[in-house]
T-cell receptor
Framework: RKEVEQDPGPFNVPEGATVAFNCTYSNSASQSFFWYRQDCRKEPKLLMSVYSSGNEDGRFTAQLNRASQYISLLIRDSKLSDSATYLCVVADSGGGADGLTFGKGTHLIIQP | GAVVSQHPSWVICKSGTSVKIECRSL??????MFWYRQFPKQSLMLMAT?????????EQGVEKDKFLINHASLTLSTLTVTSAHPEDSSFYICSARDYRGNGQPQHFGDGTRLSIL
């Protein structure tokens, strides 16, 4: 069974701090990796794709370690609006042509 | 940008009722749509992959006779929960694959909260 494991948290972090999340995935043949955020009782929204070389989008940096089957997300200068559940997502094929496998999510609370 | 519309957003009904949920891609054609389910404090779990014009592919443990999927057109897939019971209460969400490759692997609908009394 394909699995994606994440620390559920919650992570309580003061505004302006840096926070990092990790996840591990079980299927070594996985091809595509993403971070989504999900607000309470809402649909998940794509935050960023994760590439082997690592990638950055503003305050967000994602890293992938295929050898260790490990994905990370770093959020710098955290804002109150960053409070959400962050979902680590893996796909067997490139571009999500197959169904996505979601982790349970890591709950982040940014405190003023 | 691509939009996926899901309807209804909230359903409350009695045990034994069948409930139909619609998922529409509004500005693109979706040959493949996916149905997920999320129980409280759990991850989204893929239920089935819906392909236009053919039978859906169900994940292990999902009853095909219980969750009927129809994908009759390139913009519409429906999920019918037949004879729903309280244990079927969940957040059901669809997504559509956008082959135009605009960066999103799948576009999600807003989800349907199903409560069976």
């Amino acid at each position: 069974r394909k699995e994606v494991e994440q620390d559920p948290g919650p992570f309580n972090v003061p505004e302006g701090a840096t926070v990092a999340f990790n996840c591990t995935y079980s299927n070594s043949a996985s091809q595509s990796f993403f971070w989504y955020r999900q607000d309470c009782r809402k649909e998940p929204k794509l935050l960023m794709s994760v590439y082997s070389s690592g990638n950055e989008d503003g305050r967000f940096t994602a890293q992938l370690n295929r050898a260790s089957q490990y994905i990370s997300l770093l959020i710098r200068d955290s804002k109150l609006s960053d409070s959400a559940t962050y979902l680590c997502v893996v796909a067997d094929s490139g571009g999500g042509a197959d169904g996505l496998t979601f982790g349970k999510g890591t709950h982040l609370i940014i405190q003023p | 940008g691509a939009v996926v519309s899901q309807h209804p957003s909230w359903v409350i009904c009695k045990s034994g009722t069948s409930v139909k949920i619609e998922c529409r891609s509004l500005d693109f054609q979706a040959t493949t749509m996916f149905w997920y389910r999320q129980f409280p404090k759990q991850s989204l779990m893929l239920m089935a992959t819906s392909n236009e014009g053919s039978k859906a592919t169900y994940e292990q443990g999902v009853e095909k006779d219980k969750f009927l999927i129809n994908h009759a057109s390139l913009t519409l897939s429906t999920l019918t929960v037949t004879s729903a019971h309280p244990e079927d209460s969940s957040f059901y969400i669809c997504s559509a694959r956008d082959y135009r490759g605009n960066g999103q692997p799948q576009h999600f609908g807003d989800g349907t909260r199903l409560s069976i009394l």
